[in-house]
């Protein structure tokens, strides 16, 4: 969430922020509801000042041994119960306003930092470093080839179970979406990560907090009896997992790593990757989420994309690494790399995880906060990126180890996991 001070202050950063990326919006509304509220604010000061003033007045001339019943403490007991009137009058007027403002700040997106890559879509971002030798030939298969040949999974019959865009995995393949979790876990585990499993369904308050909601109730699927939603990632309720909590700086920086199923309606999506592990309603994920404080959480971002990219490595996964510009930028994010993995059969990169330093943007959303030096509160910084996504991961791995027999060379790192170098046909 946008500071509310920042509006009132200085809207023409807020203007600037939000057209870098591709967004023109009038203020006038916001700063006139932030204006009206800091003048009822000073109103109601004013007022509760003279009720508590009449308060103590009647107070001493109690002790000084004027009558309870006596005209002059009637009349102070009159005016100070007007005030309180008034006092109420100006609160309700006060909540009024305040959920309006609120209800229209929730909407706007983080503010980008000041130095970001300026751009206005996804053409306009920016290559930063590769890893590993891009394969290609003429004769490679796409992973949903590779899996109908090997009979990795059915789309067909989960359709009938539930609908179009979920997979049934089968043996060697739900074997090895079982090993990639567990090696990705153990692998941030030894980097210092605090493993945690998070619940899969969410309330409104969790989704709002971390910024999906309002703005993209589209895309999540909601309970219908509850105020619970399926998780779209594990980002969602580990930023509620310190929810109003103040946390030590001592403590800082906490870094978590969660496995969960994600759940994602794909609104607006249709007719693209609609083959394989791409882009489904459900997959799993493995998230890395960091609570830092402010002064540290650039150099943060650059260290949770690294332990991302090192899942590639340990894989053997050719990457890149892209800095995303402005105007591509998710809604939490001030600044953004994004990792594409090469996947020979599709000859392409696709994005298998998203890092972002969200600044105090969900923090201001979810009230977390610590301590600076001078004891003062001050809200943290939260951080997130996929460690990885698995299914494609998986794809990945599919696309990169298959060998002209139809066989598919797994990573030495999966080996210990999944029990053989080899995905063979049945």
């Excluded at 080839?145 to 393949?173: G, H, P």
């Excluded at 959303?365 to 910084?381: A, E, F, V, Y």
Aim: charged share 25%; glycine share 6%; net charge neutral.
């Amino acid at each position: 969430m946008i500071d509310q001070r920042l509006l009132r202050e200085n809207p023409n950063l807020i203007s600037e922020g939000l057209k870098s990326r591709g967004m023109d919006v009038d203020l006038g509304p916001l700063q006139k509801f932030c204006k009206d509220l800091k003048e009822l604010e000073e109103k109601r000061n004013s007022l509760q000042a003279q009720g508590n003033s009449i308060g103590k007045e009647v107070g001493q001339k109690i002790k000084q041994g004027l009558s309870h019943n006596s005209e002059e403490l009637s009349n102070l007991r009159i005016k100070g119960n007007q005030i309180k009137k008034q006092v109420g009058i100006i609160e309700e007027e006060e909540k009024s306003i305040s959920n309006q403002l609120n209800e229209q700040i929730l909407c706007l997106p983080n503010l980008p930092e000041k130095n970001s890559l300026k751009g206005r879509n996804e053409k306009d971002n920016k290559e930063i470093r590769r890893w590993g030798e891009a394969i290609s030939g003429n004769n490679l298969k796409e992973h949903w080839e590779i899996a109908n040949k090997l009979n990795l999974w059915d789309s067909e019959r989960s359709s009938v179970i539930a609908k179009s865009r979920f997979v049934t995995l089968f043996k060697q393949a739900a074997k090895l979406e079982r090993s990639l979790i567990n090696f990705m876990l153990d692998l941030h585990i030894k980097k210092g990560y605090l493993e945690i499993l998070p619940p899969a369904l969410v309330n409104t308050a969790s989704l709002t907090g971390s910024g999906q909601l309002p703005k993209f109730a589209e895309e999540s699927f909601r309970c219908a009896d509850d105020d619970l939603w399926l998780t779209p990632t594990a980002e969602v309720p580990i930023t509620s997992l310190h929810r109003g909590e103040i946390i030590p700086k001592d403590l800082l920086p906490l870094r978590y790593v969660a496995y969960s199923p994600c759940f994602r309606r794909e609104a607006g999506s249709y007719g693209r990757d609609t083959r394989g592990l791409i882009r489904l309603h459900q997959f799993n994920k493995v998230e890395l989420y960091w609570f830092s404080t402010p002064e540290k959480s650039e150099e943060a971002l650059e260290q949770i994309t690294s332990d991302a990219e090192s899942v590639l490595q340990e894989l053997e996964l050719p990457y890149r690494v892209i800095q995303l510009c402005t105007g591509d930028l998710g809604f939490s994010a001030k600044k953004t790399y994004d990792l594409e993995v090469w996947l020979p059969g599709a000859n392409t990169f696709r994005e298998i995880s998203s890092c972002s330093n969200c600044g105090d943007f969900q923090a201001r959303r979810s009230s977390i906060r610590t301590k600076d030096n001078n004891k003062k509160n001050i809200l943290l910084h939260t951080l997130n990126g996929s460690g990885l996504a698995i299914g494609r991961t998986m794809a990945a791995i599919l696309e990169n180890g298959q060998q002209s027999d139809g066989s598919i060379n797994l990573p030495k790192a999966l080996i210990p996991y999944f029990g053989s170098n080899k995905l063979q046909p049945e």
